[in-house]
């Protein structure tokens, strides 16, 4: 140990010993201090190279390398050389060999200011340990040493874990752990070094520390694609089925069963919904055909309406949506009542039913039923008071970064929950995010969502979304992803942030769709804000560059702890409407 401890030091020594007050070989400590202080950042280094490739795949290999290098580069390397300097000056005051040459040696005997000699200064004094709990006569007063030996390893450590964590940025940070804890178990180990050569040592330390942090960070953090890649779940192919061999009692002939009795007609079942069997387990069979609507109770064949509507809540292309109240159940509802009658809306209508149905999550509206009124076809709903996204920024203005961070997580935990189910909502834009009376956001208009492999419902070619917020692939024609929709959700916190899509608006719905297709670069993001990196990775035009939601989710949750804050507190207190005022839309 004294020998690399040793060559240690007579390379601190040529690299910085300078003559002058308190002596060349106590500033050789302090440089020796500062060589070894590049050691951690060197194992955090290390490990964001390997995670370049890897990004957040921690099985058994990929931890057990990270724990060896934490365990060489911030424990054993540094309590080896830290304990080894000291014991090379206890040596040259003892007389022993020490590892110095004999003219190196010699400078020892020297020293200034406060300092008579080098080698009794820094060999033949108390230790840490001694110097912290007992009384002795140090070189300086205790107070110094206490301050010393508080503040300048604590402030190593917390540089050390800031390595640590950079190491392990867009991922967990507990591996973290890897670096910093070893280092704290260096700095209780060395306790036994000589208190004067543990003071400059730490005083050469810390700054180097600080300086560790650069060559980390630039390196950089693993792309999306590799942290996308990592949190992927393993695919597992299915196993071949094999029948298993036949018995003795099933080689023998069986009589042949008689021939099944002749279906019975059945009647319809009340409500479509209430009929539809439970969704299967596959992700792909989610959004199948509809067959023919039945006739539910409030029917034109079933004789008078079970909802009584209230007032209009707001009218489209598509349809109407109504305030009512439903008078089995005595609760108000939102009835999506379609214009046109024909089997494309049915289709629709129940493909928006099905897609609401199967997702569970508090943040999507609930759908209760699907219903034959009068007028047409209805979608009955959750009803939600609230105010559009779009018109809180447009009358109130931009969100601000707490409140646009808890709007991401929110709905990016809720997009995620659909794409469990195999659904993908593909038109996410402010007018489709809700904010209630006490600030909750909920997704609504699932209308052209469709499971995942489905064919488009638009004829050949067509664009499916709203060109401002369409990712550029979608605008290209190609099929929509839950890539898509990340795009699209980040352009909508983008919106919230800055009160401008991301691409710019345009004159007409034509010419933003054309610089969507031509992924123009987007510029009109927040720059001030603290999401502009992320928004800036969420809104690259190449899909599989992209953060998944989860991913978001994750970095948001992250940076809202960090500020304070909870995830899942309100956007935005929302102000409900008076009686008479313009009607709450859903």
């Not at 079942?269 to 299967?280: F, H, R, Y």
């Not at 909920?442 to 052209?448: E, K, N, P, Q």
């Not at 990196?533 to 702890?561: I, K, Q, Y």
Request: aromatic share 6%.
């Amino acid at each position: 140990m004294n020998g690399l401890a040793s060559a240690l030091l007579s390379l601190a020594h040529s690299l910085f010993g300078p003559g002058f007050c308190p002596g060349d070989w106590v500033w050789a400590t302090s440089a020796a201090g500062a060589l070894v202080a590049l050691l951690p950042p060197i194992g955090a280094l290390a490990i964001s190279i390997i995670r370049k490739g890897t990004g957040n795949r921690y099985d058994a290999t990929t931890l057990s390398v990270f724990g060896a290098i934490g365990l060489v580069t911030a424990l054993i390397l540094p309590w080896l050389l830290s304990n080894g300097v000291s014991g090379v000056f206890r040596a040259e005051r003892a007389g022993t060999k020490s590892g110095l040459t004999a003219s190196e040696a010699s400078t020892l005997t020297s020293g200034s200011c406060w300092v008579d000699t080098q080698k009794e200064y820094l060999g033949g004094g108390p230790n840490v340990y001694e110097v912290l709990f007992y009384k002795n006569n140090a070189a300086l007063p205790t107070f110094v040493y206490v301050a010393a030996f508080i503040l300048l390893p604590a402030g190593s450590l917390l540089f050390v874990i800031l390595q640590g964590r950079t190491a392990f940025r867009r991922g967990p940070k507990w591996p973290s752990r890897f670096i910093w804890i070893p280092f704290a178990a260096m700095l209780a180990f060395s306790v036994g070094m000589e208190a004067n050569t543990a003071l400059h040592f730490w005083l050469g330390f810390l700054p180097f520390s600080v300086l560790g942090l650069i060559p980390v960070a630039m390196v950089g953090p693993p792309p999306w694609s590799v942290i996308n890649r990592s949190d992927a779940p393993p695919r597992r192919e299915p196993e071949p089925y094999r029948p298993p061999p036949p018995s003795a009692s099933q080689m023998q002939p069986r009589p042949t069963p008689p021939p099944p009795p002749p279906p019975v007609n059945k009647p319809y079942p009340k409500t479509a919904l209430a009929s539809a069997p439970e969704p299967p387990p596959m992700a792909g069979a989610l959004a199948a055909a509809p067959g023919p609507i039945p006739p539910p109770p409030g029917s034109r064949n079933a004789g008078g309406s079970r909802y009584r509507r209230v007032k209009q809540l707001g009218a489209g292309g598509f349809g109407t949506v109504w305030q009512a109240v439903d008078t089995q159940l005595n609760r108000t509802v939102a009835l999506k009542i379609a214009h046109a009658p024909d089997r494309d809306t049915a289709e629709r209508m129940q493909r928006e039913a099905r897609a609401l149905a199967v997702v569970s999550h508090p943040n999507c509206v609930k759908v209760y039923d699907l219903a034959e009124e009068p007028d047409g076809l209805a979608l009955v709903m959750e009803y939600l008071e609230g105010r559009p996204l779009a018109e809180l920024v447009d009358g109130q203005g931009p969100l601000d970064d707490v409140a646009a961070g808890r709007l991401w997580a929110t709905m990016a935990g809720a997009l995620a929950a659909a794409h469990e189910k195999g659904v993908l909502h593909r038109d996410i834009k402010p007018s489709n995010i809700v904010l209630d009376p006490s600030g909750l956001a909920h997704l609504i208009d699932f209308g052209i969502a469709r499971s995942q492999g489905d064919s488009k419902m638009t004829a050949t070619g067509m664009m499916i979304g709203t060109p401002d917020f369409v990712a550029p692939e979608q605008a290209m024609g190609s099929a929509a992803s839950p890539a898509s929709d990340a795009w699209q959700l980040a352009a909508t916190i983008s919106y919230a942030l800055s009160g401008q899509p991301p691409r710019g608006t345009r004159e007409t719905p034509m010419a933003a769709l054309m610089a969507a297709a031509r992924a123009e670069p987007v510029s009109r993001l927040p720059q001030r804000s603290a999401h502009a990196r992320l928004l800036a990775a969420s809104l690259d035009p190449e899909p599989r560059r992209r953060p998944t939601l989860n991913s978001v989710r994750r970095e948001v949750e992250g940076w809202l702890s960090r500020a304070g804050k909870s995830a899942d507190g309100p956007v935005t207190r929302v102000v409900p409407r008076q009686p008479g005022g313009q009607a709450p839309r859903r």
